[in-house]
């Protein structure tokens, strides 16, 4: 069976656990001083050229999330998201749990534009009564979003130019961030969005890592006293040095990015593969998530040897369903699909 | 540099590294039904004598206990515990955080003790006015304690009555379980441990593990979509392999045991090393945490070379000092300590 | 100037406060053990016909609301409601703020259907990755709704026999409910109305009363030491009796239902008016809050002497405005706004 | 039956009364933005010598204290207060369930001393691992305390020198702070109590109002949005005007200070009876509430003719009772006690 379910279904790339194993006996203080982990804080504000930036690694993305978002807002506030952000669908309500809405907003194709976010706020604060309201507090976007799509250059600094007229601090939820940096069809760059932001992540587990996403502050810019408040959510990992080790490596000689190429890759050839066969996309995704309209037929001959995740079925017999590649996603793989699909 | 200023400045066990590397390309779904996760809980449920139980892995031990106070109490509850209790002071206060008050009692030693659980209770019970008062909705107690002491089975077994005379679920905090378990001074097992309390964890982080605490509820008794709620409090790890594979490791052919057996013998060598060197001891041990009232002497003549944490500073110049063995201390570290102190 | 622009401009009905004035100096015990709270108590029973309901006098609305839906949901669960329901917009966060989210559904005049909730729970189910989400826990609908517009009979029953079988307590916020239950569009009795609901609230702040809400557990069933939480939430009244002689005040000779009376007919005088005149309605509102369609015309001859509230502005230059009638509107207030509407 | 249970067994002040009945079918904005509220803004802005301070009104005292401590503490950080404080006891758990601890250090007579206040913050900052525990982040003192019992100027003095030092705000809980004004032992203006702490509140519930407490920030200091936060605690009454007309009346020609000064002589008389007739005072309180060790003989004596509160059974067979007088108790009311009092 091969599995194109998910992009987390295998462990870690393999240079990472040759690290774990090298250094495993060296005794290092825990809680994130050890030198790995100030090695991997290095090597990140290197590659996001924010040389002052803050950086903290966590363990798993929902985390992560609900511990920037509660952090960063003032009690009376929410954060706005797309209507199919992740936060706002998948995190079991992590969000809501620590004491905020996430207020939503329409959305196409994952995306949030500028024009609504712009015609939230006006309309938010021509409201008589908006004192009886959250406030917007901060936007958060995902790139790649949540239906493997990307925004471009323009469209976020769209999205920035309206958040700097409100003042909203603009968060980049980037658990899938290498494979939208290494799409063909991304036209930024690491250090660019670093500076159109002011608070990103970088996923590790979906991107060659066992757990751990990367939290960068490029200017800075953390709140006071954000060690405490992860150890408050019950984010901190006694031995940080495992998220250390992990990011450390990742990012040196640019294997983070290697690797998210891969995936990249292997996406297109299957896009290739099902467009070529007939097959119609769900939408024309840039990254390593793919959206295929499969038939009844070629479900039938998948079935018990390539399992993929069903989003929706449709009326005519089809099924939206959703094929990711990874890191580890073999060209073998890929040519086994090939063979089954009709 | 040697270090004992805690357990957790090493990676894990070799033959979880061996593990993760054999089974690295692996497909596997995430969130923790993956076959690894699946054959660990099958081995800590008969090592616990609970094939009933349900067990759940998640990464860290302040995350594991809050996810846990606060999904088995009510709004109105309150946890009990002793004052010196690590949710009670070191956890940035995660358990209010989830809206519960930690309603702490007298400590000895770091044990809580049934007769003022039970006073405390009656006490609550009798005031007039308890309905404006937080209720008590749990009893917490860790061990062995954060003073590396450890509950006798008639303890626990007077706190257990007390719990039941109440209603109120008993916690135990495993963060070090094996440390415990393992001391020549315990008496009480693994399976009468399970049979003692409604919830309780076994600490892998601390105990040869890079990460991770199993929660077990011995009778199966779950709160109701506690999966959710673990994925709520941010403490679902995509890849639960990671957690799978080293809980099945450490639950095979007794390793588990067998390394905190290890942290045990040192920590009993140390002891002695101090206490034939003429030190006094802060309390005593039974467990690999030891607290020694440390000279300055001993102080300069250990600088740089052999690390350990302070804990508080007398009156008389000297200190009262935690040295903490490990599953992977070795006779030679003990060595060149005793060859270091005067 | 005449104000229109609310029903709480004025303070409590006459009675009301002769009713505090003869008592004011009789002793009783504070926070609701007061012999007015426990009169007050039967009087509602005994008009919903809920011999063994539990009642509650709470202050205000939104406290209300906050209080009743954190205690009746469990921590993995959500509160489900139209999207322009209260507590989804105008209550500043205050379910969020007790970490829970309001699941929100499409509405019609204000209006949650049972076909959409039905869609929305058997979606739900369907869904692989429902534990990753919030899930449904209670269903909260206004009587009359943000729109003034009312359910009938047969989609309150259609409502609660989803509800049913999805086992999910029906909330009914009845802030303006005397407002509901004296429109000559209400097919139901307050009887009916508590037969059909687990949780109901009987605002008294918008009918007649400087301040309170009741909120009525029709068959017994409050939550278990939903008094400590009322205390925890700061709904509790130490002055319970404030509370107790409105209530039994309002209660005492169907003055409730009689003051109710009086804003509707002000309110279909008022609707009246306007129609006669050739304005447009933005919706046909049976209760006491009426959506007009006011030209600038209009709103130049009333400008300076009749207040109401703008809703929102039309392209064509008119506004969607809320002229709201209550217990102590007048005839005579009618008649001055007809002397100047053009 | 005389009650000497509390101090809220009654009504309001009849010139609150009448001043509600006067007022009651004048128009008003809701949500505070009435003249009356305004007004009562400036006569306590000036009674407290503070023009520029920021005043609001809510409802009850667990509710105000909430929603001050809340709003001012940032996630990482608790409250300070007396282990008898009201918060720490008496408040369901109102503070924590904000996701606050309430950090408690030792009281005398219901009193905490600048000198362990400042202990406990070196101590906090001398504990290397600080950043794992919550932080201080403000201090709440009662004046009076919960035993009734006042702080000199010298001591306020000293706790808000050591909160500046640590940069903490000082927060007075005055639920009966014209009780402690007036009594003889207070060494304290109310202008002198502004400039000595950043919030405070002024009880109305207890000293002559059917409820309401003033929150006065005497800087101008509120925190931001200071009014959606009330909203979102539940805490915004519609009908303002109920709070605001108390409020104004009370601060009319000093009518607060005269009504709280009834109480503190009919007290100074009750506690003048008990020690004449050879009773011991538990201690020798200087405010409305009083502390007797009630024998048996006096209760039985008592029962049935005069209520009061028992605080604790002693093993002599006596009991701590406490005896509150108010506004509202009248000298015939002591003669009562004192006929009957053995």
Chains 1, 2, 3, 4 share one sequence.
């Not at 930024?188 to 991107?207: R, S």
Request: charged share 20%; hydrophobic share 40%.
């Amino acid at each position: 069976m091969i599995s194109f379910t998910c992009d987390y279904t295998q462990g870690a790339h393999p240079r990472i656990l040759e690290r774990l194993v090298a250094t495993n006996f060296q005794q290092e203080p825990g809680y994130g001083e050890d030198i790995f982990t100030a090695s991997a804080h290095e090597k990140i504000k290197a590659a996001c050229g924010c040389p002052g930036a803050d950086v903290y690694l966590l363990t798993g993305g929902t985390q992560t999330n609900s511990t920037i978002i509660a952090t960063m807002l003032r009690d009376y506030q929410g954060v706005v998201a797309a209507q199919t952000g992740h936060i706002a669908v998948h995190e079991a309500g992590a969000v809501e749990y620590t004491g905020h809405k996430v207020l939503t907003l329409p959305q196409r194709e994952g995306k949030l534009s500028a024009q609504d976010l712009k015609a939230y706020l006006e309309g938010f604060y021509a409201d008589g009564s908006y004192d009886h309201m959250v406030f917007p507090g901060m936007v958060y976007i995902s790139f790649p979003t949540e239906y493997g799509t990307l925004y471009s250059k323009a469209e976020l600094q769209a999205i920035k130019a309206v958040c700097e007229a409100y003042k909203l601090p603009l968060f980049v939820d980037g658990a899938r961030l290498g494979y939208g940096l290494m799409s063909p069809a991304c036209d930024i760059t690491l250090q660019e969005l670093a500076g159109l932001c002011d608070v990103f992540t970088i996923g590790g587990t979906k991107v060659g890592a066992l757990c751990g996403e990367a939290v960068v502050f490029p200017a800075g810019n953390a709140p006071e006293h954000f060690f405490t408040m992860v150890k408050q959510h019950g984010a901190l990992l006694a031995k940080g040095r495992l998220l250390g080790i992990q990011f450390d490596t990742l990012f040196t000689d640019g294997l983070y990015f290697q690797i998210a190429r891969n995936a990249i890759d292997r996406a297109m050839e299957l896009k290739a593969l099902f467009v070529s066969r007939g097959y119609d996309l769900f939408l024309d995704s840039p990254t390593n998530q793919q959206f295929i309209l499969l038939t009844e037929a070629a479900a039938k001959a998948l079935d018990g040897q390539v399992a993929y995740e069903v989003w929706e079925r449709c009326p005519d017999g089809r099924a939206v369903v959703r094929f990711a590649t990874s890191w580890a996603t073999t060209p073998e793989q890929i040519a086994a699909l090939s063979a089954l699909l009709p």
